[in-house]
């Protein structure tokens, strides 16, 4: 059965995007294929972060996961850092690696520059978590990779790592290949509708939480930023707020976003039936998630079960990637 594998940081509430582009597709995996899911803790360490609510963050995100359908019995569930091969197997990667190749990284100097004043002052970790994003994949042999379009360099830096790494010491991993989504890959901010939706910039109005209420989701989609024409076509560079409410409207409700554009005439009329579909897409989930996350004992034993299980495969693919690497076996 081919594998695949993907993971999420935990930021708390999950946005839109995070569903649309992401969550949706992992729920049909796991039914199709051998699924791995994480909930990528360590990744949160690389910018500012409050240590105290990290561990409720990983819950939150572990009970978003299992709300929008995850089932702990199909797939495996687990959180990054209770399966220590993670941090082990990156630092084999990076002695593979290039310097040339992390500073490529478009990501990292995006967030440097926006986090931290300049990639000078930014953390070691931000400029070599692509490694460890490239280790979480290669642990678990994955044939496919769920993810957004933002994360294909960082895929292709894995890709490299493994056949480089293969060529070099026998063959050792999988090398995995992408997969995307064909509806809502990038759901863009209601906003600022040429960026990616993100709880990480400052536009919350722009941004529609997994767990928004109906009354702000309404509120939300209406105020969208949409252009001073008065014709609802599908036209992403021309028109990118009405092209960012069509593709959500597609994503929510399983049909193409130019020939929805066809049944409008008014900005207004969109924005009612996209948040419609939108409260209607979010209410099970909602429903799931209050309760998932009221049963913390049952959680904490769904993501002790995954993390036993992920731990099997990532030591046995550690073990071969340290013995083809020279390392003295204990």
Known sequence: MTRVLSGVQPSGEMHLGNYLGAFRSWVADQHEHDAFFCVVDLH???LDYDP???AERTL???????????DPETCTLFVQSHVPEHPRLAWLLECTASMGELRRMTQFKDKALRDDGG???????????????????????????PVGDDQRQHLELARDLA?????????????????LPAAGARVMDLQEPTRKMSKSVSSPQGTVLVLDPPDVVRRKVRRAVT???TEVRYDPAAKPGVSNLLDLLAAATGGKPAQLAEGYTTYGALKADVADALVALLEPVQQRYREVADDRGELRRVLAAGAERAHQVAAATYERAA????????
Not at 60 to 70: R, S
Not at 163 to 179: E, L, S, Y
Not at 323 to 330: D, I, R
């Open 227 to 229: 252009d001073t024409e």
């Open 60 to 70: 939150v995100t572990a009970a978003c996961l299992l709300a929008v359908g995850l």
């Open 52 to 54: 105290a609510a990290l």
């Open 119 to 145: 990639t000078e002052s930014a953390r070691v970790g931000l400029f070599t978590y692509p490694v460890l994003m490239a280790a979480d994949i290669l642990l678990y042999d994955a044939d496919r990779v």
């Open 163 to 179: 056949i480089r790494f293969n060529g070099r010491h026998g063959d050792t991993f999988v090398v995995p290949q992408a997969a």
């Open 44 to 46: 949160a360490l690389t």
């Open 323 to 330: 013995g083809a690497a020279g390392l003295l076996a204990p």
